[in-house]
């Protein structure tokens, strides 16, 4: 099977136009969109992520700044970072970059978020509207999984709006801010979900349930999991990871997904790569998401919903 490639770049460059304009509306309103990210120690795919993160608020005039703290941070200055985040009106969307060092608790970070700027949805508050189908913000990766399954079925002539009721949609991690959210936003497309984490993985099962899905939305963060052999023909399949290997060939590092590329694409009928696929997405509804913090907190701005690609 000739698998299509899924290219999030092309995708990426018709939202940013969207985003550009949203920007120059709120901005003529007296809105000043302002995003912070907060990463703590060295993990390379963190700093990379804040890097591109950085770049494309800087090309749209998204006002951009990083916390960048040791991984041996104590919590009780951690919590005072995120305070700080909280009280700062430059700042209207806040994104916590995981992993986390041990002595951090990522629900009490989570927790601290003000609501209003939490654009990844983390908040117990927020979460809970999303599972509820009513979210506040809408977690940029995991939205990103969906535009690109939407834009794709518009290319194949599949109606977005339907094209997933009754399919089955196999969901490979339980992330906060994806895998958790990528099951309820299936759910509410109609979509019979199976999600599985390291315990199917762990008892010799995981390719027992990916080789069920008809969409598969990989998000474990695992170099390589899923290979061709648990995939079934005609897969859709969604790569969230971004790993760091290293680069035989430079001696530096490349980044690569939890599919087995190559493998996968002999079977699947359309899937995405690492990078290029669901992470230019990513960056730009991130971004989105701290224009719609700004609005959320000056109360006489107005932006709607992104209707579909």
Known sequence: MDATIIDGSAVSTRLRSRLERELATVRRSGGAPGLASFVVGDDYAAHAYERRLRKLADSVGCRFQAEQLPADIEPADALATIGKLNADPRVTGILVLRPLPPQLSEVQLYATLDPLKDV?????????????????????????????????????????????????????????????????????RGAVVID????????????????????????????GLVTGDMVGDGVIAIDVGINAVPDLATGGVRLVGDLDFDSVATRAEALTPVPGGVGPVTDVWLVRNAVLGAVLQQTDLAIGPWPGP
């Not at 762990?202 to 899905?213: D, I, K, S, V």
């Open 120 to 188: 990844e949805a983390v908040h117990p508050v927020n979460a809970g509207l999303l599972a509820r189908g009513t979210p506040r913000f809408v977690p940029s990766t995991p939205a990103s999984c969906f535009w690109l399954l939407d834009d794709y079925f518009r290319r194949v002539e599949r109606d977005p709006l339907t094209g997933l009721r009754g399919a089955t949609v196999v969901v490979v991690g339980r992330s906060h801010n994806v895998g958790r959210p990528a099951v309820w936003l299936a759910l509410d």
């Open 196 to 223: 599985c984490d390291e315990h199917a993985s762990a008892a010799g099962r995981l390719g027992e349930f990916t080789r069920q899905a008809d969409v598969l939305i990989v998000a474990a963060g695992v170099p």
